[in-house]
């Protein structure tokens, strides 16, 4: 028997039930220390650093569609997407190719900046690292790292 009940993310699933009666979701682990880099937190951490610099931000919270992060500072352009720490390494690398293409769907301004910015963990360094310099290059691509206490370094 399967139920449909909403998911920890919100979100209708579909879930085993060993009887018709039981409507019970999988509980979420508990969080990790890198778990406290969500999404959301990034974009925050990176928001907050960028006004700092001088950019004024638009910020597209939660699920919300559309560029991450969209900054603006006279004429120069900023444009920024984000992603949370995952909690396995596959979702990690799945988030960290996704948020590249993400990106590259959204380069239509000859003239911005484009980044990522991701949770400061080894697996998005090696990843990012593994990336090849041409791509970054010619992308004019550069990341965001965010540590665990919201500081923000560009590489």
Request: hydrophobic share 35%.
């Given at each position: 028997i399967v139920s449909r009940c909403p998911?920890?993310?919100g979100l209708i699933g579909n879930f085993m039930s060993e009887s018709p009666s039981v409507q019970t979701a999988p509980q979420r682990s508990q969080p990790n220390d890198s778990d406290?880099?969500?999404e959301n937190?990034?974009?925050q951490a990176v928001g907050q650093w960028l006004r700092e610099h001088g950019w004024e931000t638009a910020i597209?919270?939660?699920?919300?569609?559309g560029i991450d992060i969209d900054a603006h500072r006279a004429s120069d352009r900023w444009i920024i997407e984000a992603k949370g720490c995952g909690t396995s390494p596959q979702e990690r690398g799945n988030y960290f190719?996704?948020?590249l293409a993400e990106l590259v769907q959204r380069m239509i301004d000859p003239a911005a900046r484009y980044s990522l910015a991701f949770p400061d963990l080894p697996r998005y360094r090696g990843l990012w690292e593994r990336l090849p310099p041409l791509a970054k290059d010619r992308l004019r691509l550069s990341m965001?790292?965010?540590?665990d206490k919201g500081a923000v370094r560009e590489a």
């Amino acid at each position: 028997i399967v139920s449909r009940c909403p998911r920890p993310d919100g979100l209708i699933g579909n879930f085993m039930s060993e009887s018709p009666s039981v409507q019970t979701a999988p509980q979420r682990s508990q969080p990790n220390d890198s778990d406290q880099l969500s999404e959301n937190a990034v974009k925050q951490a990176v928001g907050q650093w960028l006004r700092e610099h001088g950019w004024e931000t638009a910020i597209a919270w939660n699920r919300e569609r559309g560029i991450d992060i969209d900054a603006h500072r006279a004429s120069d352009r900023w444009i920024i997407e984000a992603k949370g720490c995952g909690t396995s390494p596959q979702e990690r690398g799945n988030y960290f190719l996704n948020g590249l293409a993400e990106l590259v769907q959204r380069m239509i301004d000859p003239a911005a900046r484009y980044s990522l910015a991701f949770p400061d963990l080894p697996r998005y360094r090696g990843l990012w690292e593994r990336l090849p310099p041409l791509a970054k290059d010619r992308l004019r691509l550069s990341m965001l790292f965010v540590d665990d206490k919201g500081a923000v370094r560009e590489a």
